[in-house]
């Protein structure tokens, strides 16, 4: 089937503006995570969902960053008022369950904030 | 707090030949997966192989085996007759009750003609 995917693949926004990343996963998959990936670096754990709970936000950098998800399908990063500093490709992943599952990871968006 | 270590930033081989990247890791937990990403320049993580803690038997994929040693928190992959299109990034992960992964900072793989 179909994989995880993101959009925009791309994005380009100036300081002080508002982005919204989305992220659908793979069908069926009731867990979905959200990484953040700087540039030459590993990845960096934001949130994760157990169907349209998020059980632990204390991976969100600052009170800038919110997620939401709906319908255990599609997802959605919202960055508040972007930073230089939020410049980074986001990753999002999916696997059927949360704890002992295997992660499939969608292209990511890079997010460049001017 | 569970921890990955990827002590090589960077490793090159020779096309054909045979590659080990290294992996070792800290956790209290008796439960657990431990996974190997490759990250191409296209940026898509891409699940090489995946290793349950509970299994004695070391896990293969192709021309991919790890070596995993649990009493020594390792977890090292061998990737054979290398070819040009295993170049990439390479992470190390470790999955427990915490639900998220656990990343190493990453291996930059080189593979030369």
């Known amino acids: 089937g179909a994989g995880v995917s993101q959009s925009p693949s791309n994005k380009v926004t100036e300081k002080g503006k508002d982005v919204e990343l989305r992220c659908d996963p793979i069908s069926g998959h009731t867990a979905l995570y959200w990484y953040r990936q700087r540039l030459g670096q590993g990845l960096e754990f934001l949130i994760y969902f157990q169907g349209n709970s998020a059980p632990d936000k204390s991976g969100l950098p600052s009170d800038r960053f919110s997620a939401e998800r709906t319908g255990e399908s599609v997802s959605t990063l919202t960055i508040q008022r972007t930073q230089q500093e939020d410049s980074a490709v986001y990753l999002c992943a999916s696997s059927e369950t949360v704890f002992l599952g295997t992660q499939y990871f969608g292209p990511g968006t890079r997010l460049l904030v001017l | 707090a569970q921890t990955v270590t990827q002590s090589q930033p960077e490793m090159s081989v020779q096309e054909a030949e045979t590659v080990t990247l290294s992996c070792t890791y800290d956790t209290s937990e008796s439960d657990y997966y431990l996974f190997w990403y490759k990250q191409p320049p296209s940026r898509q993580m891409i699940l090489v192989i995946r290793?349950?803690?509970?299994?004695?038997q070391n896990a293969t994929e192709n021309r991919f085996s790890v070596n995993f040693q649990k009493a020594a928190k390792s977890f090292s992959l061998k990737i054979s007759d290398s070819q040009l299109g295993d170049a990439a990034m390479y992470f190390c992960?470790?999955?427990?009750?915490?639900?998220?992964?656990?990343f190493g900072k990453g291996t930059k793989l080189s593979v030369k003609p």
């Open positions: 290793q349950e803690a509970y299994k004695q």
């Open positions: 992960a470790f999955g427990g009750s915490q639900g998220n992964l656990i």
